[in-house]
């Protein structure tokens, strides 16, 4: 059962332009958010999280947008770079002691120069 | 401040076989996740260790099986290894706070044959 849906497997933007990566999940228990990056030949890097009990949260050209009652969640990057290419990971945690993440399958992204 | 290292990086097993994966977390971190990724797939847990101690699995059989040392290094054991078992495999570690972020290793590549 997957717990973390990225159903778009691919994007592709233009340089300058926004680019939205959408998640869903279907398990209420989760309660923290993240978006990781991975380059090939290197482990995901964090980039962004959102807590359940925020809508949003914003670090630079990233937003991250949490529509609970929908569980629904997307990623804003604005403006797009082309060293933003790379697999999005959406993960989700649920309260507990320890710091298991849920992974989506992800989203390659593509910025066009 | 050093990375998340692992080792070996790519490793090729037969089936039936036993593996052993390494890692060295970053200093300080006295937790350590293990994470089994699929080709086209997200990271799938398989379990954590917190100070030596097991704290959490996945969906993973016993044959799947871990270490965490007091140096900040830890192991992953598989035995009997099968076809599906073919995957990249990461460790991510944290500082014991379940909602602490968690840095990722570059991962090892297992293939069995």
């Known amino acids: 059962d997957q717990q973390v849906k990225q159903n778009s497997p691919s994007l592709s933007v233009q340089e300058g332009r926004i680019s939205i990566l959408n998640c869903d999940y279907t398990?209420?228990?989760?309660?923290?958010f993240l978006w990781y990056k991975k380059y090939p030949a290197e482990g995901p890097t964090f980039l962004i999280s959102?807590?359940?009990?925020?809508d949003k949260n914003e670090d630079g050209r990233f937003t991250v947008f949490l529509n609970k009652s929908a569980k629904h969640l997307s990623l804003h990057i604005v403006p797009s770079q082309p060293g933003d290419s790379a697999v999005y990971f959406c993960?989700?945690?649920?309260?507990?002691?320890?710091?298991?993440?849920?992974f989506g399958k992800g989203i390659t992204l593509s910025v066009r120069p | 401040e050093t990375g998340v290292t692992q080792s070996p990086t790519h490793l090729i097993k037969t089936r039936g076989q036993q593996v052993t994966l390494r890692c060295s977390s970053q200093?300080?971190?006295?937790?350590v996740s293990w994470y089994q990724q699929a080709l086209g797939q997200g990271p799938q847990f398989i379990f954590q260790?917190?100070?030596?101690?097991?704290?959490g699995r996945g969906n993973f059989p016993p044959r799947f099986s871990g270490l965490q040392f007091p140096n900040y290094s830890s192991e992953l054991n598989v035995n009997a290894l099968e076809l599906d078992d073919s995957a990249l495999y990461l460790c991510?570690?944290?500082?014991?706070?379940?909602?602490?972020?968690?840095?990722f290793g570059p991962g090892t590549r297992l293939t069995v044959l």
């Open positions: 991510a570690s944290n500082e014991g706070a379940p909602y602490n972020e968690q840095f």
């Open positions: 993960a989700a945690k649920k309260g507990g002691a320890n710091s298991k993440l849920t």
């Open positions: 959102i807590s359940s009990i925020k």
């Open positions: 200093s300080g971190h006295n937790t």
């Open positions: 260790y917190y100070r030596e101690e097991e704290n």
């Open positions: 398990n209420s228990m989760f309660d923290y």
